[in-house]
């Protein structure tokens, strides 16, 4: 690598909730390539002169397309890191977005899996580059930004109930929520036209009949609440 090259990149951190354990998984993507040959990675372009994009989020719509082949029910970009030590090749910059995937999003092949980000986190499992600082640099924003907006909803089915979005709530967070204030919240959603109760029950295995409601978010992004759901808020 040339001493005045700096390799630029594009990285997904493309995060479902797991219906059962109601835990946060990332997508990840075997590399195809040296360094790093055949190691599990975040999904992620390079960009360049050479390259068809015309912008940071065209790079990230082809990382979706032609790496992690999901289509994400909310993605925004987080930041960029970038140093002389990440990339064995030199100096290198990530720009990395955050993607929220329906829970019932599957992959197909050998090149593709779901894995628990809280085992990356704790470095059970470990990633080349810096690609769990770019995780733990999403969740982190996913935490913050769920604790004033409706960001959970989009890792729930378009149909969900209230244990459904405190579930969700609770994996953004990290910590237990209340669930009278989560009720309150979606009463908020309702009256702005966002949530729809659809007037159906679902019979949880405890418990009295939960109320479903549906999920209908605008195209601008989550509703953002005047206050923060935590007790501190």
Known sequence: MSSIAVMASVDIVALRLEPEAQRLEVLLHRREREPHLSQWALP????????????????????????????????????????????????????????????????????????????????????????????????????????????????LPERFTVLDAVGATQACLGRAVNGTSLRKRLDRLKEVGWVLDTGERQQPRLGRPQQIYRHLPADTGPFLFERSLLPEG
């Open 44 to 155: 992620g372009v390079i960009v360049n002169g050479r390259t068809p994009d015309n912008s940071l989020d065209a790079a990230a719509e082809r990382a979706l397309q032609e790496k992690a082949q999901v289509v994400p029910r909310h993605m925004e970009q987080v930041g960029t890191e970038g140093n002389a030590f990440r990339d064995p090749r030199g100096w290198s910059l990530s720009t990395y977005y955050m993607a929220l995937l329906d829970p019932a999003q599957s992959v197909d092949g050998e090149r593709l899996a779901f894995v628990d980000v809280a085992s990356i986190l704790a470095r059970k499992v470990v990633l080349p580059f810096d690609h769990a600082v770019l995780i733990q640099r999403a969740c982190e924003r996913l935490a913050a930004k769920s604790s004033y907006s409706s960001l959970p909803l989009y890792l």
